[in-house]
């Protein structure tokens, strides 16, 4: 099991940036792929981006390639989300999850394919 804690979320204004970031523990930490996902009101859980745990294979949702930028720590087991030009669009809950793998250049992007998840935190963006 890896244990996950973000932190970083906030309110800002339209067109502002913020980093999250999500602190994996567990000895199999640094051998999981990472992913953020979103969840805005009513709406469900959506895929964000996605990072391999050897930290060179990204993946991204259409809407946030080129604003987001997923990367992970010198030790693998901190993983960011650099967020810029921020839209209201992008509120929502954040959520890291981690799935462990033996390929260092794997990465999913399903939340059905993740079983450790992180309780989330809250990224407000105003106009």
């Known amino acids: 099991q890896v244990q996950l804690v973000e932190s970083g979320g906030g309110s800002v204004q339209a067109g502002d940036s913020l980093r999250l970031s999500c602190a994996a523990s567990?000895?199999?930490?640094?051998?999981?792929?990472m992913a953020w996902f979103r969840q805005a009101p009513g709406k469900d859980r959506r895929f964000v981006a996605s990072?391999?745990?050897?930290?060179?294979?990204?993946h991204y949702e259409d809407s946030v390639k080129g604003r987001f930028t997923i990367s992970r720590g010198n030790a693998k087991n901190t993983v960011y989300l650099l967020m810029n030009s921020l839209e209201p669009d992008d509120t929502a809950v954040y959520y890291c999850?981690?799935?462990?793998?033996?390929?260092?250049?794997?990465?999913?992007?399903?939340?059905?394919?993740?079983?450790?998840w992180g309780q989330g935190t809250q990224v407000t963006v105003s106009s």
């Open positions: 990072i391999s745990w050897g930290g060179d294979d990204t």
């Open positions: 567990g000895h199999t930490a640094s051998s999981a792929a």
């Open positions: 999850a981690a799935r462990l793998t033996v390929n260092s250049r794997y990465f999913y992007w399903h939340s059905y394919e993740h079983n450790n």
